[in-house]
Every structure is written in C-alpha cells, then in structure tokens.
C-alpha cells in the first residue's frame, strides 16, 4: 500500500520535474531566438535602398571571397552580389567586374580603400581584411542609386557595431578605366569667352566644360547626354549653352555611361531615369538666367550642364533676370511711399475733424 506520504513526495516529484522541463524549453526557446537575432548584423538604414540586399551571406572560412560588381539590381546592374558578405580576418576581397551598368568603382565609407572608375569586363579589386568589424562601401557615381554593400570580418555585427576600419592589402590589378576627358560630344560651336557669366564653383569638378557654347538665334538646340567627360561617358556635350528666350532645348542620350537623367537645380523639370540610344527631353526656356541642372546619380563625378537664357549670366541661379528684379523693387518702394502718404492723409484728415469739432461745441 502507497502511503499519503509517498504520493505528496510523488506529486512534488512530478510537479518538479514538469516545471523544470517547462523551464528548459522556455530557456531554450529564448537562446535560439537570440542566436537567430544576433546572426544578421545592424546596418542602420545603409541598405535601405539596395534592392538586391536580403541577408549576409557567410563566406567564413575561405581565403578569398568574390564579388560582382555590375550585379544586378536597384533598377539596372547597378549592384555588388552578394551585397553583405561574412569573412574571417585576414580574408581577401575580391571584387571582380562584369561590363555592365557602366563604369564603376569600389570605395569604403570610411576612406580605407578606393579603386579606380572603371567598366571593362574581367578587372578585378582587392582588399585583405585583417580587423574585425562592419565595413561598408559603394560605387560613388551610383550610390544614390542603391549600389552599396557591405563585409563584416568575425563576428562584428553583434549589438548595431558600425564597423571598423579595415587595414591591409588594396591592390588593384586591373588596367585604369576610361581617362581624358575635355572631349566636347555637342556641336563645336565656339564658347564667347566675353560675356561668360558667372557659374560660381559650378563647373570646379566638370573636366568637358571648357566656357558656354553660343547657339543663340537657334529655336531648338541639342545636348548630348552620355558625352566623353568626367572618366567615361558622364558629362553633357556642350556642358554650357547660351539661348535666346523661347528656345527648346533637347536633351537626347547616347547610350553611354550606364543610366541617367536630366534634372533642374531649382526642381522646375526633371527627365526620367534612362538609358536607351535615342532617347530625348525637352524644355522650353522662356526667361532669362542661367538655370544649372545635373544627372542626380553622377552629380558627383561631374555630370553637370548649364543653359543661360538671353543677357542671364550675372551671379546665382536665378530663372528670373535682373530687370525684373529692378521693376520689383521700384514697385515696392513706390507702394511703400503711397502707403506711407495714404497714411499722413487720414492723420490729418482726422486732425481737422477733431478741430471743427472743437469750434462747432464752442459756438
């Protein structure tokens, strides 16, 4: 026969043992969730907009990793595959280019590395990481557009760490990309150097521009997009052209330079982003100034133009000219000084009131 004694220390047992498996299973629950949240590293927003961006693909364990770049996504071959890669310290990258998307270059955020610009099939980038740590990088002219990634060396990643720097080989064993650069795609028409207007710091880092082209007299003009400029084909031919008011000016693409657009400074036109042969935009200028406008992705290589309209040309940007300007203050002044005699009126209208006033009660 089984004692009360014996069942209550039965009932402990089992309630014990059943707590402490519930307990085992939560707890492991609990570490596999951890494990699976701590794999995937904290890139911030970096790769907000890269659309081939899934996960961070392990490559541990290998002396020597490959990337493409001119892989496909974000809208073209505008992308490194894989874009995030895992390594051990002391991997080589290297970054290997497949022709496409245009010319293309490597370089870290944080400054440790930069290759060249370049956009021929089979050259190749390297760089051995020997520190741990989250070190993004991204192709400059194409950045905007999504083409960035990232190598995490060890076991970096853990808890949103940013990276460090990356020390060791950057060797670049590839042939340079495309050079020289004054080339002028547009019509040859000579640049009247006389009445040059003032561009500022505009044109500091556009290698094709070389003074703004005349083509006044002219309903309609053409500018080349693509043309020879800026380490490839990333440059408007002529970069500047001076315009009579009414005039059209088309934009037509070549093909070359990968994928762009036609984008007003000001924001008062903006082209869609292409890149088929034969493509054209057009805008008609009808006042006078200078309008500045650039291809968004490769602002930064250079890829910028400038349409003056009629006498424009004095400093900033303005869509408006200074005649304008003029007749606006002078109806500004004279709308101060009416309103200003309008005022000195009703002050002494009301002071002769109060006075007849005053005589009318003392009769």
Same mark, same amino acid.
């Given at each position: 026969?089984?004692?009360?004694?014996?069942?209550?220390?039965?009932?402990?047992?089992? +309630?014990?043992?059943?707590?402490?498996?519930? $307990?085992?299973?939560?707890?492991?629950?609990?570490?596999?969730?951890?494990?699976?949240?701590?794999?995937?590293?904290?890139?911030?927003?970096? &790769?907000?907009?890269?659309?081939?961006?899934?996960?961070?693909?392990?490559?541990?364990?290998?002396?020597?990793?490959?990337? $493409?770049?001119?892989?496909?996504?974000?809208?073209?071959?505008?992308?490194?595959?894989?874009?995030?890669?895992?390594?051990?310290?002391?991997?080589?990258?290297?970054?290997?280019?497949?022709?496409?998307?245009?010319?293309?270059?490597?370089?870290?955020?944080?400054?440790?590395?930069?290759?060249?610009?370049?956009?021929?099939?089979?050259?190749?980038?390297?760089?051995?990481?020997?520190?741990?740590?989250?070190?993004?990088?991204?192709?400059?002219?194409?950045?905007?557009?999504?083409?960035?990634?990232?190598?995490?060396?060890?076991?970096?990643?853990?808890?949103?760490?940013?990276?460090?720097?990356?020390?060791?080989?950057?060797?670049?064993?590839?042939?340079?990309?495309?050079?020289?650069?004054?080339?002028?795609?547009?019509?040859?028409?000579?640049?009247?150097?006389?009445?040059?207007?003032?561009?500022?710091?505009?044109?500091?880092?556009?290698?094709? &521009?070389?003074?703004?082209?005349?083509?006044?007299?002219?309903?309609?003009?053409?500018?080349?997009?693509?043309?020879?400029?800026?380490?490839?084909?990333?440059?408007?031919?002529?970069?500047?052209?001076?315009?009579?008011?009414?005039?059209?000016?088309?934009?037509?693409?070549?093909?070359?330079?990968?994928?762009?657009?036609?984008?007003?400074?000001?924001?008062? &036109?903006?082209?869609?982003?292409?890149?088929? $042969?034969?493509?054209?935009f057009e805008h008609t200028f009808e006042k006078s100034g200078v309008h500045r406008y650039v291809c968004a992705p490769?602002?930064?290589?250079?890829?910028?133009?400038?349409?003056?309209?009629?006498d424009g040309g004095g400093a900033g940007s303005g869509s408006s000219n200074n005649a304008e300007s003029t007749v606006?203050?002078?109806?500004?002044?004279?709308?101060?000084?009416? +309103?200003?005699?309008? +005022?000195?009126?009703?002050?002494?209208?009301?002071?002769?009131?109060?006075?007849?006033?005053?005589?009318?009660?003392?009769?």
């Amino acid at each position: 026969m089984t004692s009360a004694s014996n069942l209550s220390i039965s009932r402990r047992t089992v +309630l014990r043992g059943a707590a402490g498996a519930v $307990t085992a299973g939560v707890a492991a629950g609990t570490a596999g969730t951890a494990t699976a949240q701590s794999g995937e590293p904290n890139y911030s927003d970096w &790769f907000k907009n890269t659309s081939n961006y899934d996960s961070t693909v392990d490559k541990t364990g290998k002396d020597t990793v490959t990337i $493409t770049v001119g892989a496909t996504g974000n809208g073209g071959n505008f992308a490194f595959g894989p874009a995030a890669v895992r390594v051990d310290p002391g991997t080589t990258v290297v970054w290997k280019w497949n022709g496409k998307g245009g010319s293309h270059n490597v370089v870290a955020k944080d400054g440790s590395f930069k290759s060249e610009m370049v956009g021929e099939t089979g050259h190749t980038f390297e760089q051995t990481f020997e520190k741990e740590g989250i070190v993004k990088y991204a192709c400059t002219p194409h950045e905007p557009m999504g083409m960035k990634g990232a190598v995490v060396v060890g076991s970096a990643g853990d808890g949103g760490n940013d990276g460090s720097e990356s020390s060791g080989d950057g060797r670049n064993d590839g042939d340079s990309g495309n050079s020289g650069d004054s080339e002028n795609d547009g019509d040859g028409a000579s640049a009247e150097q006389a009445s040059e207007p003032e561009y500022g710091d505009w044109f500091t880092d556009v290698s094709n &521009f070389d003074g703004t082209v005349d083509r006044t007299g002219q309903n309609e003009i053409t500018v080349t997009v693509g043309a020879t400029g800026n380490g490839g084909n990333f440059a408007f031919g002529p970069a500047a052209v001076r315009v009579d008011p009414g005039t059209t000016v088309v934009w037509e693409w070549n093909g070359k330079g990968g994928t762009h657009n036609v984008a007003a400074k000001e924001g008062s &036109f903006e082209s869609e982003m292409v890149g088929e $042969t034969g493509h054209t935009f057009e805008h008609t200028f009808e006042k006078s100034g200078v309008h500045r406008y650039v291809c968004a992705p490769h602002k930064t290589m250079g890829m910028k133009g400038a349409v003056v309209v009629g006498d424009g040309g004095g400093a900033g940007s303005g869509s408006s000219n200074n005649a304008e300007s003029t007749v606006d203050d002078t109806l500004t002044i004279a709308g101060g000084v009416g +309103l200003v005699g309008a +005022l000195l009126a009703m002050f002494a209208f009301g002071s002769r009131s109060k006075a007849n006033n005053r005589r009318e009660t003392g009769r």
